[in-house]
């Protein structure tokens, strides 16, 4: 199914998969979707995350301790899309995990489970060929980062080729809690418009209800991947699920009520 995005803002919600275990994460991702996420980023936990900041390669490390692998996370998103039909699912992972899997196998086991498009963290469009003739094959909607650092050309390209939504980058840098947003996100946005007429998600940094606001001016969605992940590192399995609905619910709360 297409990527719908049925809030303003609408609500990405990253989730390394298998942390603190794939019971829990499945139990995290039903309760996020309750709660008002659009769409479930699955991440796949991989050995050297260069992308992700020390949260994420925290939970990637606890993940991979109990065995988490690329089959385990897709069998994760099919149990997810039969118990939420109508909720985004993408999965998100670096290259590497893919190429052990095997690229067309990838595809037709991704499809057949239900997720609607991939995220490749370390993917750049220019070498993406054989890559997006399986996204194609499949049905399955590829999904670029756009960066501010990205020349015009790389941003053509990427508007082009992606599918359901574009991830624009709100910073350079790793993946992490910020204290605002810059106006280097909004600049970006606006050059992807140029291209597409897609949806636009801003990530890299969103942890609380005002940062949501800000996106919502200038973009049609908000990531929330480190906070996320932090929340349920300091949460035990059992009290994760309801912490992190909790959260999501009051990222669309100015941040003064929820302080009141």
Do not use: C
Not at 7 to 15: A, C, M, Q, R
Not at 118 to 126: K, N, P, R
Not at 159 to 176: D, E, L, M, Q, W
């Amino acid at each position: 199914m297409p990527i719908r995005f049925d809030h303003k803002p609408g609500l990405v919600i990253y989730l390394t998969a298998g942390d603190p275990s794939l019971q829990a994460t499945r139990a995290i991702a039903l309760e996020a979707i309750d709660a008002g996420a659009d769409v479930i980023e699955l991440g796949v936990p991989f050995s050297d995350p260069l992308a992700d900041g020390p949260v994420i390669q925290r939970a990637s490390e606890r993940a991979l301790e109990r065995g988490t692998r690329l089959r385990d996370v897709i069998a994760l998103a099919a149990e997810i899309r039969a118990a939420r039909p109508a909720a985004g699912l993408v999965l998100f992972t670096y290259l590497n995990p893919i190429l052990r899997y095997g690229l067309s196998r990838f595809a037709d086991d991704a499809a057949a489970a239900g997720a609607d498009g991939v995220l490749v963290t370390d993917m750049i469009v220019e070498e993406a060929g054989e890559y997006l003739a399986q996204m194609e094959r499949t049905g399955l909607s590829p999904i670029f980062l756009a960066a501010p650092t990205s020349p015009d050309e790389r941003l053509q390209a990427i508007a082009t080729h992606s599918k359901g939504f574009v991830y624009a980058i709100s910073r350079t840098g790793i993946t992490g809690k910020q204290q605002s947003m810059t106006g280097d996100a909004a600049t970006l946005v606006d050059r992807i418009r140029r291209w597409t007429t897609l949806p636009v998600a801003v990530g890299f940094g969103i942890s609380n209800a005002d940062h949501v606001a800000q996106v919502a001016e200038f973009a049609d969605a908000a990531v929330v991947g480190s906070a996320i992940v932090e929340l349920i590192e300091r949460s035990t399995p059992e009290t994760a699920p309801g912490a992190v609905a909790r959260f999501i619910k009051g990222l669309r709360l100015p941040q003064a009520a929820l302080t009141r």
